[in-house]
């Protein structure tokens, strides 16, 4: 079956703009993550869905990021004015097993680069 | 919180020699550890994991056990090849606020020449 995907692979941002990064995760699976990789470094976690639920989001860096799966399907990671230090490779995983998920599958990620 | 220190890189080697990737961690609590794997313009894929003290995962022909005493997951393969050519992620499963979120060390490209 189909795996994690993400949308776009590759976005260019002006310093300031707004962005938003899709993920569609495995068809049923309960749990869904965000994950924030920089150059040369291991992902870092961002947020956490059950279903439709955030139930964690202590990894946002700030205000400016936003998270969202309204049907507890695809969600979106939005960016607000966005910054340099925003660039990054963003990662989505997905996994079957609700708040005790221990394998989780990963999509191949948003590079995003501001300028 | 918990963290994951593995072995800087990059690795290379020759086809065919020993591989091995060091990775250890500190943990309050008793965590699953895994070893994904990230080829080149694919996204990250689990590749082994072990969930208990003196687990041992294995796939593909790499393997490392999950020692508690040691707090340690060394990643081995005894003869590599170029298409194991990729950057390899030493993770540990912590529990966060809502789930079970993955903690990743810094990763170790590899390279295999023929």
């Known amino acids: 079956g189909a795996g994690v995907s993400q949308s776009p692979r590759y976005k260019v941002a002006k310093r300031g703009q707004d962005v938003a990064l899709r993920c569609d995760p495995i068809s049923g699976h309960v749990s869904l993550f965000w994950y924030q990789q920089a150059l040369g470094q291991g992902p870092e976690f961002l947020t956490y869905f059950q279903n439709e639920a955030q139930l964690d989001k202590s990894g946002l860096p700030s205000d400016r990021f936003f998270a969202e799966r309204p049907e507890g399907s695809v969600s979106t990671l939005k960016i607000q004015r966005t910054q340099q230090e925003d660039s990054a490779v963003y990662l989505c995983?997905?996994?079957?097993?609700?708040?005790?998920?221990?394998?989780?599958?990963f999509g191949p990620g948003t590079r995003l680069t501001v300028t | 919180g918990d963290s994951v220190t593995q072995m800087e890189g990059p690795v290379t080697l020759s086809e065919e020699a020993f591989l091995t990737i060091n990775c250890t961690y500190t943990a309050t609590g008793y965590p699953s550890l895994f070893w994904y794997v990230q080829y080149p313009g694919e996204g990250l894929q689990l590749l082994l994991k072990a969930t208990k003290a003196d687990d041992k995962g294995s796939n593909k022909g790499f393997e490392a056990t999950y020692r508690k005493e040691t707090t340690s997951f060394h990643l081995e393969k005894g003869s590599v090849q170029v298409s194991d050519s990729a950057v390899y992620f030493c993770?540990?499963?912590?529990?966060?606020?809502?789930?079970?979120?993955?903690?990743f060390g810094q990763g170790t490209r590899l390279t295999i020449n023929p």
């Open positions: 993770a540990l499963s912590e529990m966060g606020q809502g789930a079970q979120k993955l903690v």
């Open positions: 995983a997905s996994g079957s097993g609700g708040r005790r998920t221990y394998e989780q599958y």
